[in-house]
């Protein structure tokens, strides 16, 4: 089919909201599709296998660059790397290009996994290893599979996104040993208290859903508690 005779909203649209158009508009393209997801399945898979140990820092994109966030973020970078880990980010600015600069800097593996949106801005330029992905569940797949924890920065709807994904996992046993460190108490602290005080009471969750989140606000605290599990392997 021409681009000419696309259904109308095709023409612009990113791979991931061409796949979940309602009504089924894009019927025609869904076969050929599955090939494409299937390489980026494995595009991810062959430039990651070799990663090694890795922690994924997930934040704001929106966070400047000189705020106290970002200065975190890249002194949470600098001593993964430091300590021999490679540091995983989405990829793009703010929180999640603070990390990979702090990695850079210290001569580690720093990768970006970027993806597709409207406003893409590319990858950032401290990134050492980028892929970039035009479906959000390859990306999230390649977070989990190839981190062996989480460090969740002060961030948005995509953060949290990725830390509830990251606390479902865990929570029925999909992921194990896999730390999740939130970092910023004055930012999270609220939300943990939430999720203590409405889901636990309501009896929607179990206290040791609420064990999986740990809270800090030292930079070398995140690195120890994230790195911990594998440490003690």
Not at 93 to 105: D, F, S, T
Not at 130 to 147: A, C, E, I, N, P
Not at 200 to 225: F, M, Y
Request: glycine content about 12%; proline content about 6%; overall charge negative.
């Amino acid at each position: 089919m021409s681009v000419e005779e696309q259904p109308r909203g095709y023409r612009g649209a990113t791979e991931d909201e061409r796949l979940l158009a309602p009504n089924n508009a894009l019927s025609w393209a869904d076969p050929w599709r599955v090939m494409r997801i299937q390489a980026e399945f494995v595009e991810g898979f062959d430039a990651l296998s070799d990663l090694g140990r890795a922690i994924c820092v997930f934040g704001s994109a929106r966070t400047a660059p000189d705020s106290p966030h970002c200065r975190a973020a890249e002194d949470v970078g600098r001593l993964l790397a430091e300590a021999g880990w490679a540091v995983v980010t989405g990829g793009g600015p703010g929180i999640m290009e603070a990390a990979n600069k702090g990695a850079q800097a210290a001569g580690g593996v720093s990768v970006g996994l970027g993806i597709e949106l409207p406003f893409e801005t590319g990858l950032n330029p401290y990134v050492t290893l980028g892929l970039d992905f035009r479906y959000f569940f390859v990306r999230k797949t390649m977070f989990v599979k190839y981190s062996q924890g989480f460090i969740v920065m002060p961030g948005g709807m995509g953060t949290l996104d990725e830390l509830f994904e990251a606390v479902t996992l865990a929570q029925t046993g999909k992921v194990t040993a896999f730390p999740i460190v939130l970092f910023g108490s004055d930012y999270w602290q609220p939300m943990v208290d939430w999720l203590r005080g409405t889901l636990l009471a309501e009896g929607a969750i179990n206290e040791s859903d609420l064990d999986h989140l740990q809270l800090t606000d030292d930079p070398a605290e995140a690195v120890r508690l994230a790195t911990a599990p594998a440490a003690a392997q």
